[in-house]
């Protein structure tokens, strides 16, 4: 085997365990950027520590966030001394790296394999099977999920709505009320009993599942969950008829037509396309006056929930929060708001914009975690 080609080979696999390795920590390296990674390592060589640095960085990274956490992935798989390959996964340091959410394109909420069938029994070669794992993945706080748990975490939770939205369905059907008697399917159900309406066959009226109306807070101090939310917006609306989902931080944005993607993946792909605001500042009040002037027809008072996850820290004016709240209020069902904060210890809803909220809720519950959100079930 000529020397230059084995070296070339171990260059590029090296790439390859370097992308992985960055991706396993949070950073956006699917295959179409490790393929650009290649390119880019191809070109520069990798004689050139910084040059190399540069072309890597420059096929990973799509914000501030990336970069920074590019510079740490950098450090700690190649070390201080020029690049060389490293073959050998074990070899290389193992340093646990937390990669910030803050400032997160959505392109970088697509964890390993995100939307696509993941096993249940391994993510990133660390196994997270059998009721204790799941019970842990359940009550752990999204703040604090280590990334290589996300793929884990989400699996079990498209399991677990689809299992809620059939006993919603279920529930449904058997709370139907009973209208008049159906005469010909009355007689055809005794006919085999000479005629006598033992049994009475009914009309029943159709019970109609709840419209539900989502609105999402990616503002920057609800990075630590939009994260995982924006997934579970994606699985709520594929599991539930009738949802229209918002994203919002100072404006308003509808993202129900992307979420009818069938991969999370390329939902996700479809909104990094969208100026949604991510990790800015906040104006609940005025993304609810943008909905209430641009989508008052979504709400529907007889079947219509309304609901909103967010932390309610909202820089705008809170007297227009409450009045565009209020008017929501009147057209719907009810209200439920979702906020991360009440999962943590001693949590008081003191904030302005959470304290002039509150008097126009109907249910305010946490959603910190995955056990809280299942636990919308109740409401539903």
């Known amino acids: 085997m000529n020397t230059s080609k084995g070296q070339s080979s171990d260059a590029a696999r090296a ?4 992308c992985r390795f960055a991706r396993e920590r949070g950073l956006p390296a699917g295959v179409q950027e490790t393929l650009g990674a290649l390119e880019a390592a191809a070109a520069l060589g990798v004689g050139n520590r910084e040059e190399l640095k540069f072309g890597l960085r420059a096929m990973l990274c799509s914000s501030k966030d990336n970069w920074d956490l590019f510079e740490e992935c950098f450090q700690t798989f190649w070390g201080e001394s020029k690049p060389a390959p490293l073959p050998n996964r074990r070899a290389r340091p193992r340093k646990e790296l937390t990669p910030s959410v803050s400032g997160h394109n959505p392109t970088s909420l697509m964890s390993p394999g995100a939307g696509d069938d993941v096993s249940s029994e391994e993510d990133g070669g660390q196994a997270v099977t059998g009721a204790s794992a799941r019970e842990r993945l359940t009550k752990a706080d999204f703040s604090t999920l280590p990334q290589n748990d996300m793929a884990t975490l989400e699996q079990i939770s498209l399991r677990l709505l689809k ?10 059907r058997s709370g139907a009320s009973r209208g008049q008697v159906d005469l010909r399917k009355t007689i055809r159900r005794n006919i085999s009993r000479g005629g006598e309406p033992i049994s009475l066959r009914y009309r029943e009226r159709k019970a109609r599942p709840h419209r539900l109306v ?50 999370l993946q390329d939902a996700l792909q479809a909104l990094s396309q969208q100026p949604a605001g991510w990790s800015g500042g906040t104006s ?6 943008e909905f209430n002037q641009l989508h008052q027809r979504k709400l529907r008072s007889s079947d219509t929930l309304f609901l909103i996850l967010s932390d309610g820290w909202d820089t705008g004016d809170t007297g227009v929060l409450a009045t565009e709240l209020a008017a929501v209020k009147r057209r719907t069902r009810s209200v439920i708001w979702l906020n991360p904060l009440l999962g943590l210890k001693d949590y008081q809803p003191i904030a302005a914009g959470m304290s002039a909220a509150l008097p126009h809720v109907d249910i305010f ?11 919308l079930e109740k409401h539903l």
Do not use: C, W
Request: no cysteine; aromatic share 12%; net charge positive.
């Open 284 to 289: 609940i009040g005025g993304s609810l006056r």
């Open 163 to 172: 299992q809620m939205s059939r006993k919603l369905a279920r529930r449904r």
């Open 214 to 263: 989502t609105m999402l807070d990616i503002s920057g101090s609800m990075s630590p969950y939009s994260l995982f939310l924006v997934k579970f917006l994606y699985a709520l609306q594929k599991h539930f008829r009738h949802v229209d989902t918002f994203l919002f931080s100072t404006g308003l944005v509808e993202i129900t037509s992307l979420f009818r993607a069938r991969r």
């Open 365 to 375: 519950a946490s959603a910190h975690n995955l056990e809280s959100l299942l636990a």
């Open 15 to 18: 790439i390859v365990e370097f």
